[in-house]
């Protein structure tokens, strides 16, 4: 049987009965064909449905939800109302903000709405002068608005259409308290739209909270890696993994690169090393102030660095246009956020690399992220460095300290300890 491309089942936009308006901003940014998710979602939406929708970053989900709402709210709009904020959309990183502010604005540009963005990080006064001169549409990270609802610079007593964005994040990052406080102040008549990647319990449960009898969406299984990202693994020891990465940058002359690392301190010291070999690096991270973050994004989008080293957190909805390459210098905790990983590299058709570098004490990350995808990623035979194994081990937890409490200590017998040589 032939295989059947993408391309040749998507729906046009124009079949999608969106507005005029809406439809020429669409054209102006070349966009022809809607994305599974858009497929689904948009018509559900128009329709006032809720929605439960699994998709990841780069499967169009931000058009998903953005333009059935402009629309609903273009059918509805009359000169007299004085502007009040009519839809929220959460999102757990202040990158991701940023963005979806932008494609509301983009999708936009022939209505007469006014969206807006706060997030933490940055000084809140600009923000609240910015609200103060009216915002229909508001894309928020939790902390931030919920500072600000607390001190009466925002209303949401007019609230028709609530988005939570990547729910499974903003849970993964500990908003769910900020978020049932939120709800809680939110009028009860009102559009709910959840997208998540990953359905955990707390997904399902903060789902059966939250939507009224929804609408699932489903695109393409989320474990599913895009069939234009070649993989590999590099299986070496730790102390090797840096060296390794600056030999592959060096010796091929790649000119970007996102590595991943688990934690804020090693995205420094990672950098660090890879300055000190020459290469031209930055990183980020959750530590890092808005403005670094802004400038550290740029520097790597505009080619002033060419390795830019992140934690899944930071990296969460990052759009960085033909990304060539993606190195996983740590691999994830959570084996989905490997997916999302890859997802940054070969989109919208082109292809794309995604390199791991695991040691045999991190066996068991790579075990589980195969088994999420439901093959094995090949392995590079010859790394250079000397051969090791990949077991599928789980990790050794160190025991547990007996509980004493209760139990009074016995005084020690010095002459029954090992006596060791000198």
Same mark, same amino acid.
């Given at each position: ?13 124009? *079949? ?15 966009? *022809? ?22 998709? *990841? ?13 402009? *629309? ?351």
């Amino acid at each position: 049987m032939p295989k059947i491309s993408h391309k040749n089942i998507y729906m046009s936009f124009n *079949q999608l009965d969106l507005s005029a308006p809406l439809l020429q901003a669409i054209a102006e940014q070349d966009y *022809q064909q809607a994305t599974p998710v858009q497929e689904q979602a948009i018509p559900l939406i128009l329709e006032g449905r809720d929605i439960l929708a699994g998709a *990841q970053t780069g499967t169009g989900k931000t058009a998903s939800f953005a333009l059935p709402i402009l *629309q609903l709210l273009q059918a509805q709009e009359s000169p007299e109302k004085t502007r009040s904020i009519k839809a929220l959309i959460l999102t757990p990183t202040r990158e991701l903000a940023v963005q979806v502010h932008a494609s509301f604005e983009t999708y936009g540009k022939h209505l007469p709405f006014h969206a807006d963005v706060i997030f933490g990080g940055v000084s809140s006064q600009t923000q609240i002068k910015r609200l103060q001169q009216g915002v229909d549409i508001l894309v928020a990270t939790p902390g931030r608005l919920l500072d600000l609802i607390n001190q009466k610079y925002v209303d949401l007593s007019q609230l028709q259409f609530l988005v939570l964005d990547e729910a499974d994040r903003m849970l993964d990052m500990g908003f769910i308290v900020d978020i049932r406080k939120l709800i809680k102040s939110l009028p009860t008549q009102r559009q709910n739209l959840l997208f998540s990647a990953t359905y955990s319990q707390e997904i399902k449960t903060l789902a059966a909270q939250l939507l009224n009898n929804p609408a699932e969406v489903e695109v393409a299984r989320e474990n599913i890696a895009a069939d234009t990202v070649k993989q590999s693994v590099y299986a070496l020891k730790k102390e090797y993994k840096r060296e390794l990465i600056s030999w592959l940058i060096g010796h091929s002359n790649w000119q970007q690169v996102l590595v991943f690392v688990r934690t804020k301190h090693g995205a420094d010291r990672l950098c660090k090393q890879l300055i000190k070999d020459g290469l031209r690096c930055d990183a980020l991270h959750g530590d890092k102030t808005q403005g670094a973050r802004s400038r550290a994004l740029e520097k790597f989008k505009s080619g002033k660095v060419n390795v830019l080293i992140a934690t899944d957190i930071a990296a969460r909805g990052l759009d960085i246009d033909q990304l060539p390459h993606v190195i996983n210098f740590d691999l994830p905790e959570q084996a989905e956020d490997y997916v999302h990983r890859i997802g940054r590299t070969g989109r919208a058709g082109l292809e794309g690399e995604a390199i791991s570098l695991v040691a045999p004490e991190e066996a068991y990350l790579l075990f589980a992220v195969e088994k999420l995808l439901g093959n094995k990623i090949p392995r590079v035979t010859d790394t250079g460095y000397e051969a090791v194994t990949l077991i599928d081990t789980p990790p050794k937890k160190s025991p547990r300290k007996p509980d004493n409490r209760n139990n009074p200590k016995k005084p020690t017998n010095r002459n029954s300890r090992p006596r060791f040589k000198k």
